[in-house]
Structure formats: C-alpha cells, structure tokens
C-alpha cells in the first residue's frame, strides 16, 4: 500500500474543509526548497546554474516554518538541489512533524545511509529517492558513475532502520518501455512504500534539452509502459491517485491546477510555474493575489505549457477529481490496495 490510509483520510477531510469554507484555490503539496545547491549535477535538472552566492544560501528553519504555516498545504515536498546538504535539515524535519506535515525529502540518496541518525522513523516522514531507472540508465541521468549502487545500498539501509522510503522516476523520450517495466520489478523486490513516475518535462535551466517529453509522445509512451498495470496484470505500488496514471496514459483530459503546489525557496514564493522561471513574490498571499492564474495550463493557450502533463500541475486536479462521487471508489481501492 503506497499511500497510508491515515493520510489519504487527512488529505479528503482537508480538501473537503476548503471546499466547506469557499476557496477556490488551495495548496495541497508546498514544494519547499531550503537550499540549490548540490552535490550532482543531472542532466535534465537545471538548480545547480544558480549564481555562487545563491548557492551558498539555506533557509534556516524558522524560514522553513513560516511558509509552511503561510500555505497551510498538508503535504510538505523538501526537494533542492540536496536537502540532505542542509546543515540543519534534520531540525526542519522535526518541525514539519510536530506540525503534523506528511513529507517527502527528495534525495539521491549519496548521503543517506550516513545522516539515518539524524532522524527518526515517522508516518510523516517519508525519503523520496530518485532512481530514473537500472545502473545503466541512472548513473547516465545523473552523470556519475556508481549512484544507482550508493542509493540501492541506502534505501536497504533505511527501510532496516524503519524509515518510509519511496522512489521518484523521470522517464525521458527515448526510454525503453518494457525495460522500465524491468526496473518498476525490480524496485518491487525493495519494499519500498511507493514509487513515483514523472514524464520529463522542459526546464530552460537544464544542460540537457534533447530528451523531454512533448504531450503525444507521453501518452504513447505511458500507455505502453504502464498497460501490464492497467490490465492487472502487475500490481506496482505507485504513489499516485490512479487517476493521474490514466491521465498520463491519455484517458483524462485535466486541465493544469497551477495553485496547487506552490514552491518556497530562498529567493521567495515562486511565480507559476517553477519550470518557468518568471519570478518571485514575497509572501503566499501575494502569489495568491497577484497571479494571473488564467495565463497557466494547456487550455490557457499559452505555449509553454502546451505539452507539460508533469505531477506538479496535475496531480492536484486528479486529486478533485478522485472525490467525485463516480470515482471515489476506485480512489479508496487504490488507498486499500
């Protein structure tokens, strides 16, 4: 069962709760980036090119807290760069746990194994860490040799310990369908508690332009990949609302839902999109306000958001979707396993 059904309920009740109250937008994932700095430098990521100065900078956990609290999202996402780099990410962690915030940190895992301690076992806590397929693949996406070993080693490692760990796969064009369905095996033999999937999407900053993913060659791609668990004939444990996996795959059409996962960093709340790169505001309810959130998504006209079907815009408007009468069932059966 990827997603805990104690968390899946504290998720329901909180989007109902906004929709009792009247808002029209609400955050459900805050991204929170407490430093860019790094200690790889993938290919289809583009953080690391920041200015020297800005790569010198952390949040420091007060910052963290307050843009929580700001938001109010219920899910805390602490991708970076490295957050594992950050020398006081393990009371940052703490924090967001006493505030009853279910977290992923993004990781790639190099420095996993050795920071363990600085943690404790939590059903809030879960490490997300990046595998974008076997050594071959992996060790190529984030250009160095022996990663997918030191990660494969770290997960053992924390699952041991007593640690939720999940994984976050990119698939990029060119991927070998029945290979990654080798791998999704593969990651199944680790009891992992989830494994997230995302088509590579277009991000100016990236050194590595080639491979993203235009909208038609996603759903070609995810249909063929993802056809042994549509017909039940492979039970993968993704840690998503299935009916974002149908959307990938072409059987939704959704719309973007830019409001729902906000992003903080050290430079402020982000303008819509982080892919984009259009700016920052000082406060989130600044964002809020002063975004025109009609210039954002696929049916907003605005082309570069024409192939985007990445989680960060979707999963919300998946997530809506699932509480409509219609699907809520298979929604549960998903939580259910």
Known sequence: MAVQIQQALDIGKYIFTQKLRGRQKFPLVLMLEPLFRCNLACKGCGKIQHPAEILKQNLSPQDCFAAVEQCGAPIVSIPGGEPLLHPQIDEIVAGLIQRKKYIYLCTNAILLEKNLDRFTPSPYLTFSVHLDGFQQEHDQSVDRDGVFEVAVKAIKAAKAKGFRVSTNTTIFAGADPQRMQEF???????????????????????????????KEQTKALFRELLNPWKKKQKNWNFNHNPLFLDFLMGEKDYDCTPWGMPSYSILGWQKPCYLLNEGYYSSYQELLEKTDWKQYGP????????????????????????????????????VLG
């Open 184 to 214: 999704f095996d593969f990651l199944e033999t680790l009891n992992l508690d989830g494994m997230m999937i995302s088509p590579g999407y277009s991000y100016e900053w990236a050194p590595d332009q080639e491979h993203f993913l235009k």
């Open 299 to 334: 049916k907003s006209g605005n082309p570069k958001c024409a192939d985007c079907m990445m989680h960060c815009g979707y999963e919300t408007t998946a997530a809506l979707d699932a509480l409509k009468l219609e699907n809520m069932g298979r929604a549960i059966g998903s």
